[in-house]
């Protein structure tokens, strides 16, 4: 099964728009872990949910900056090659 059976330039980008949004969501991530750092230091957080978060949202941050990023490719290598 082919993942690009018709590839366009507005799939491309949008696919290229999406990687951008994964890496924006994982840049993010580092925020929230950060918060969570100071959240367990100042004792708001015993459980340490804050920083499993951020470590969550970072790597499904990269998954789809990846996975996305990987289909862009794909469809531009397929356009070019017309």
Do not use: C, E, H
């Amino acid at each position: 099964m082919q993942p690009m059976k018709n590839p366009s330039w507005p799939k491309a980008l949008a696919f290229i728009g999406f990687a951008i949004f994964g890496l924006a969501l994982a840049y993010y991530s580092t925020a929230i872990a950060t918060a969570g750092v100071t959240a367990r230091i100042l004792g708001s957080d015993r459980s340490g949910d804050w920083l499993s978060t951020g470590s969550a949202v970072l790597m499904v941050g990269i998954a789809a900056a990846a996975a996305f990023g990987f289909l862009a490719l794909v469809s531009l290598r397929a356009l070019t090659r017309r």
